[in-house]
């Protein structure tokens, strides 16, 4: 069975950091490429980041841009989102995906996704 697994959100104040982590089951993540997006209550969901899986090149969004870290590590079959200098405005449920494309990040697969709380 396919299956992407997000864990590593929480509640954590403005300023603070969090690791999200992305692990794959039933596949092997080094073949796709990945994504992070992310939906805030009331809004569309936004993609966030992403990662190559040919050269590991990475894509951020501007609102994350400076703050934000994708990686991957095949070896445990994981993608990480590492988050720092949290905002407010980064609360949100964040979900990873593979991506058919990694241009217009169009998702094949999505997982089941992970809330990150920014508050004081």
């Known amino acids: 069975q396919v299956q992407l697994v997000e864990s590593g959100g929480g509640l954590v104040q403005p300023g603070g950091s969090l690791r999200l982590s992305c692990v794959a089951s039933?596949?092997?993540?080094?073949?796709?490429?990945i994504g992070w997006f992310r939906q805030a209550p009331g809004k569309e969901r936004e993609g966030v980041s992403s990662i190559s899986s040919y050269d590991g090149s990475t894509y951020y969004a501007d609102s994350v841009k400076g703050r934000f870290t994708i990686s991957r590590d095949n070896a445990k079959n994981t993608v990480y989102l590492q988050m720092n200098s949290l905002k407010p405005e980064d609360t949100a449920v964040y979900y990873c995906a593979t991506l058919r494309d990694i241009a217009t990040m169009y998702v094949d697969s999505w997982g089941q996704g992970t809330q990150v709380t920014v508050s004081s």
């Open positions: 039933g596949f092997t993540l080094d073949y796709y490429a």
